[in-house]
């Protein structure tokens, strides 16, 4: 991943002044019992329960364009946005590297956007309309790569990392008509360059760099079930795989891509730490093979490491890290419980995919 050059050590002093601020803003935060009425509501009703709520701004702003689910989606991106800019705004130099480094994994989601709507063909509005620009490049710098006219265009210009990488992901999209390369060379471009970001970081970041790691961990169990799903072979699987460097879960990792079948995958998984996080979603990825069950299952296991950010050290960059992750996960909440709600799901389906 492209970036400016790193110090060889993170020097991180007290900053009680934006330990405090972001402690705040983590306390304006939904909690359970909120999205539980939002779940009992109606479309409308949620409409205005968020335009009273932390999102207050940014939905006056965009509805003098936009209504709907449009406005709300646009609405929650740029409340994300701003969310991390202020952050910036409010964090010394040295306290604002790890922010800028996480904040990069935005930039990567909003690129895989432009190129699976690019892919699939979807509506130039819709695609801009799932943009959340809460990294560091900016929504009139996604926006032209979405004018862009080929994905090999796109990716050529992103500034995410070097064009050579994706040399294989593009002759896949030509040959065998997948995107599936493209993406695990952006996450592994992202997830390497953080692995080695972590390891500057003080002592105080520990937590953090297990949590990456954790991340990175399920990820790869995703991704080896993505690809037992759609019969890839052994040695496919492995390639995908991003290595974290610590050799006890890269060889466990290994291991589980050696796996043939979805038995042996669940009986692997169920001896695991993962064991009351993906029995239910196995369950329903052998009987329909969807996976939704089940990402959301990890997603809530990952949540629980996130838990430790926000309370462990309160008063350190685990603290503006915890915060960020929960940001993101509220978004991403309520992205889905509009989305079901304008579908007419049921509240316990959406509930389901909902992550606390």
Known sequence: ??????????????????????????????????????????????????????????????????????????????????????????????????????????????????????FTNADEKQILGSITAAGELSYGFLSSLLKKPTIEEVLKHSKLADFGIFEDGLKDLKEKKTIMKIENTLDKSYYSHMIKFSRILPKEGALFRNFLLKEVE?????????????????????????????????????????????????????????KG????????????????VLEAEMYKHLLKQSILLLHQHPLSIDIILGYMLAKDIEVRNLKIIVKGKQLGLKEELIESQLVF
């Open 218 to 274: 399920i990820l790869n169990i995703l991704t080896i079930l993505r690809l037992k799903k759609n019969k890839l072979g052994k040695e496919a699987a492995k390639n995908f795989i991003i290595l974290s460097n610590d050799k006890q879960k890269d060889s466990k990792i290994m291991k589980l891509a050696e796996l043939s079948d979805l038995g042996e995958l669940s009986a692997f998984l169920e001896k695991t730490e993962y």
């Open 1 to 118: 991943m492209l970036k400016l050059q790193e110090p060889k050590s993170l020097k991180l002093g007290k900053y009680p002044y934006t330990y405090v601020r972001t402690i705040v803003m983590k306390s304006m935060l939904f909690r359970r019992e909120e999205y539980h009425k939002m779940l009992k509501m109606g479309f409308s009703e949620i409409a205005k329960f968020l335009q009273d709520s932390h999102y207050k701004k940014e939905i006056d702003e965009f509805a003098r364009q936009y209504s709907g689910a449009d406005l709300l989606e646009l609405a929650l991106n740029r409340n994300l946005a701003e969310s991390f800019k202020k952050l910036i705004r409010i964090s010394p130099y040295e306290l604002s590297l790890p922010i800028k480094e996480y904040i990069k994994r935005k930039d990567m989601e909003d690129i895989k956007t432009i190129i699976r709507g690019k």
């Open 277 to 292: 996080a993906v029995s239910k979603g196995i369950r329903e990825f052998g009987k329909n093979g969807s996976l939704i």
